[in-house]
């Protein structure tokens, strides 16, 4: 049975050929980095907090000494990516300013936490909470939504995504539907899979801001909160997606299919592809 995520979904809408050279000929390369390394450590900092929170006391979660383990989530992950690559991610120098703009992000969290979680009439259903569907051609889809917490009172799951930004979505991150819509096939595959009325899932994205912009005449928040459109127009746009997907990248048997599956060259695109300017593709923007 073939796996897929949403990256791959992802990495396909941009570019087929960049998805056929990781997933088909299997020349996917695996470096890390301090954006992958940051990423990782507050997610699992931010939702420890939340676990404590919910499941023990908001009093025992404040309590918690948030510098000290994101500091060792930092240097878990560098140990764990300089081992797999044979070569440190980044500069000490880097880890330290990240690590500098983490702290100022979980004490922003920690202050305002009853502004973006309540512990009132809600209950964490969990953190990396698994999606695992069968779709059609033997094909199953796998994710890890960051939270589910539920609305006890109206029955509403709220789908959470924590995404780390140097200073936030700009309207055309927002309107960039690789970004937006892997919320969007989320909420319709945790309604399938956990049996809760699609119309009662609500997703926003939990966006933490490392930098804040200088010289401005207005307060600015650490957090930036941001709800795509996730009604019926919005889910069969990304069900057309998947789809699409589907038919282009697998046989009627569920096996890979190479035909086809050409370089969509664009300076967005090419700007981070890994084989850009290589000897497997020479048609990328430089």
């Given at each position: 049975m073939a796996r897929i995520s949403y990256s791959q979904i992802s990495m396909f809408s941009n570019c087929?050929?960049?998805?056929?050279?990781?997933?088909?000929?299997?020349?996917?390369?695996?470096?890390?980095?301090?954006?992958?390394?940051?990423?990782?450590?507050?997610?699992?900092?931010?939702?420890?907090?939340?676990?404590?929170?919910?499941?023990?006391?908001?009093?025992?979660?404040?309590?918690?000494?948030?510098?000290e383990m994101l500091l060792d989530k930092l240097i878990e992950q560098f140990k764990i990516a300089e081992q797999e690559d044979g070569k440190a991610p980044c500069t000490k120098e880097d880890l330290q300013e990240f690590f500098q703009d983490g702290v100022e992000i979980l004490d922003f969290v920690k202050r305002k936490r009853a502004d973006y979680f309540s512990k009132r009439g809600y209950e964490l259903i969990g953190c990396e909470v698994p999606i695992e569907v069968d779709l059609e051609k033997n094909i199953k889809m796998i994710g890890y939504i960051d939270i589910v917490i539920l609305d006890k009172i109206s029955n509403t799951i709220k789908i959470y995504d924590i995404k780390t930004s140097t200073r936030g979505w700009n309207k055309w991150a927002k309107?960039?539907?690789?970004?937006?819509?892997?919320?969007?096939?989320?909420?319709?595959?945790?309604?399938?899979?956990?049996?809760?009325?699609?119309?009662?899932?609500?997703?926003?994205?939990?966006?933490?801001?490392?930098k804040l912009w200088e010289n401005t005449?207005?307060?600015?928040?650490?957090?930036?909160?941001?709800?795509?459109?996730?009604?019926?127009?919005?889910?069969?746009?990304?069900?057309?997606?998947?789809?699409?997907?589907?038919?282009?990248?697998?046989?009627?048997?569920?096996e890979y299919s190479s035909g086809g599956l050409y370089p969509t060259p664009s300076k967005k695109v090419c700007r981070f592809c890994e084989f850009n300017q290589t000897e497997y593709c020479n048609m990328g923007v430089k």
């Open positions: 087929p050929h960049r998805w056929k050279l990781n997933y088909i000929d299997k020349l996917k390369v695996s470096e890390s980095n301090i954006y992958l390394i940051f990423g990782t450590a507050m997610h699992e900092v931010i939702q420890t907090y939340l676990e404590i929170m919910y499941n023990d006391s908001v009093k025992n979660a404040d309590l918690l000494d948030l510098k309107k960039d539907e690789n970004k937006t819509q892997q919320l969007l096939l989320y909420k319709q595959f945790y309604s399938r899979q956990y049996n809760h009325p699609i119309e009662k899932i609500e997703v926003e994205y939990f966006i933490v801001k490392r005449d207005f307060p600015q928040k650490r957090v930036q909160k941001f709800s795509p459109a996730s009604g019926k127009p919005s889910l069969n746009k990304v069900a057309v997606r998947l789809q699409n997907f589907l038919n282009k990248a697998f046989t009627t048997e569920g």
